[in-house]
């Protein structure tokens, strides 16, 4: 600049000028002195001016007038710069905000097609989420009617485990009122883990509903900003300049994770929509065929009672013939028992005669206490005796044991004729009791 080529003369000037002449004017005050203010004893203060050359005031002249004309050719070319960039901006300022216009408008295009299609999903995952509530309120209700199935299945084995002896026992009956708890406990099971499944279905759709829900919110409130934004102007009222209006924000998405999201919301409904449709079936299937099996099961079951009653009663029947016959022989050998006591005391006259005799005839004198025939045959008659009491004797102690036999069986066989009566009544009081299944209905 001027400056810099001025400072250039100045100091060539001061060096070339400075060996030639140089004249120290001295100036002194009207007492003598020019002091610094301390008095007349004060000390003189010296000035010393630098003198310039002809060539330097020429020199600096022509810097000067050059510089002038390079700097208005500069001016020049910098105001034909601006036109030109004012013009370039004009058009580009316009062209942006055309441009962005566009993209507002294209971007409203697309955000109103997401909207209508969360709209739809929306209200077909609405549709769904009360059809599954519907089956899933079928399935809680034969759930809970299976309480009476298993409740008279469990009162069956109870009044059943009151029979006693030998009729407490695990015949074809128990079975399968066992397995019928069994299949009635695998039933709720069954139909627990669906109603489980639907309750965890329903949730999952309701979570998607409401994520959709969400977007759908997201989305309507960025068309009303877009809309609004879409409208503004150069004329528009409410425009200013805002402070870091163009700042990105954190949580700030690419486009594509835009159209992800909303993908994502509707690909998962249309997903939990068709498990949920296949959980319906499954929910249809399960109620269906847990009741064909709680109705075949009770029917084994039945059937099973039927053919105990019948075995009991022929068992009672066959007892009750059998306690006839007995009685009648009880009677006959109590007879018999008479008459063997009776053959008893019939030998013991005959026994003490022939003793009375052998010890009668023990008195005979000397000589004549001979061993003769009668003796031997005293001696024999006795010993026959003797063998036919003990032979009625111990033909009466077997019949009498035969008739303690007799009388045993006979209490064993009343006790026993009593106990299959108790025991019929308990499987008829059983069979009256499962008619009231007749009246529970599967169908739901």
């Known amino acids: 600049g001027i400056n810099a080529e001025y400072g250039e003369v100045s100091k060539m000037s001061a060096t070339t000028?400075?060996?030639?002449?140089?004249?120290?004017?001295?100036?002194?005050?009207?007492?003598?002195?020019?002091?610094?203010?301390?008095?007349?004893?004060?000390?003189?203060?010296?000035?010393?001016?630098?003198?310039?050359?002809?060539?330097?005031?020429?020199?600096?002249?022509?810097?000067?007038?050059?510089?002038?004309?390079?700097?208005?050719?500069?001016s020049l070319e910098i105001r034909q710069a601006a036109r030109q960039l004012r013009n370039d901006t004009d058009s580009l300022t316009d062209w942006g905000q055309h441009d962005n216009t566009t993209r507002?408008?294209?971007r409203m295009q697309d955000t109103t097609a997401w909207k209508e299609k969360l709209e739809q999903t929306i209200t077909d995952t609405d549709v769904e989420i009360a059809l599954l509530t519907n089956h899933k309120e079928r399935?809680?209700?034969?759930?809970?009617?299976?309480?009476?199935?298993?409740?008279?299945?469990?009162?069956?084995?109870?009044?059943?485990?009151?029979?006693?002896?030998?009729?407490?026992?695990?015949?074809?009956?128990?079975?399968?009122?066992?397995?019928?708890?069994?299949?009635?406990n695998g039933i709720k099971e069954k139909l627990k883990q669906k109603v489980n499944e639907a309750f965890q279905q329903v949730c999952a759709l309701q979570d998607a509903y409401n994520a959709m829900c969400d977007d759908l919110a997201d989305k309507m409130h960025s068309l009303d900003v877009d809309q609004q934004c879409h409208g503004l102007n150069n004329q528009s009222a409410n425009i200013g300049f805002h402070k870091n209006a163009t700042r990105i924000?954190?949580?700030?998405?690419?486009?594509?994770?835009?159209?992800?999201?909303?993908?994502?919301?509707?690909?998962?409904?249309?997903?939990?929509?068709?498990?949920?449709?296949?959980?319906?079936?499954?929910?249809?299937?399960?109620?269906?065929?847990?009741?064909?099996?709680?109705?075949?099961?009770?029917?084994?079951?039945?059937?099973?009672?039927?053919?105990?009653?019948?075995?009991?009663?022929?068992?009672?029947?066959?007892?009750?013939?059998?306690?006839?016959?007995?009685k009648r022989e009880i009677d006959v050998l109590m007879d018999d028992i008479r008459g063997l006591?009776?053959?008893?005391?019939?030998?013991?006259?005959?026994?003490?005669?022939?003793?009375?005799?052998?010890?009668?005839?023990?008195?005979?004198?000397?000589?004549?206490?001979?061993?003769?025939?009668?003796?031997?045959?005293?001696?024999?008659?006795?010993n026959v005796l003797q063998k036919t009491v003990s032979s009625l004797v111990d033909k009466h102690n077997t019949a009498d044991d035969a008739l303690n036999q007799l009388k045993q069986t006979i209490n064993r066989i009343d006790e026993d004729i009593a106990i299959k009566s108790d025991s019929l009544e308990l499987d008829e009081t059983c069979m009256t009791k499962r008619q009231k299944l007749l009246l529970v209905s599967h169908k739901v």
Not at 20 to 26: E, H, L, Q, W
Not at 141 to 165: D, G, H
């Open 139 to 184: 399935c809680e209700t034969a759930l809970q009617n299976m309480n009476t199935p298993f409740e008279v299945a469990q009162e069956n084995l109870s009044t059943r485990s009151i029979r006693v002896s030998i009729d407490l026992v695990d015949d074809e009956v128990s079975q399968e009122l066992n397995r019928e708890v069994e299949v009635i």
């Open 249 to 326: 924000a954190k949580d700030i998405v690419l486009p594509d994770a835009w159209d992800s999201h909303s993908n994502y919301n509707t690909q998962r409904a249309n997903s939990e929509i068709r498990a949920s449709t296949a959980l319906r079936e499954m929910i249809n299937n399960t109620i269906e065929q847990t009741a064909n099996d709680l109705e075949a099961q009770r029917l084994r079951t039945e059937y099973a009672f039927r053919k105990r009653i019948h075995e009991v009663q022929m068992a009672k029947d066959e007892l009750e013939w059998q306690q006839r016959n007995t």
């Open 17 to 74: 000028y400075a060996n030639k002449n140089a004249t120290c004017v001295s100036m002194t005050s009207t007492s003598g002195d020019y002091k610094t203010g301390n008095g007349p004893t004060g000390s003189y203060l010296n000035k010393t001016s630098t003198v310039f050359a002809p060539n330097d005031w020429h020199n600096s002249n022509a810097i000067m007038s050059t510089t002038a004309v390079r700097q208005q050719n500069g």
């Open 104 to 106: 507002l408008l294209d």
């Open 341 to 382: 006591k009776q053959a008893i005391a019939d030998k013991n006259k005959p026994l003490e005669v022939a003793e009375t005799r052998s010890e009668n005839r023990t008195y005979r004198p000397r000589v004549e206490l001979c061993r003769d025939a009668p003796h031997d045959g005293l001696i024999e008659e006795k």
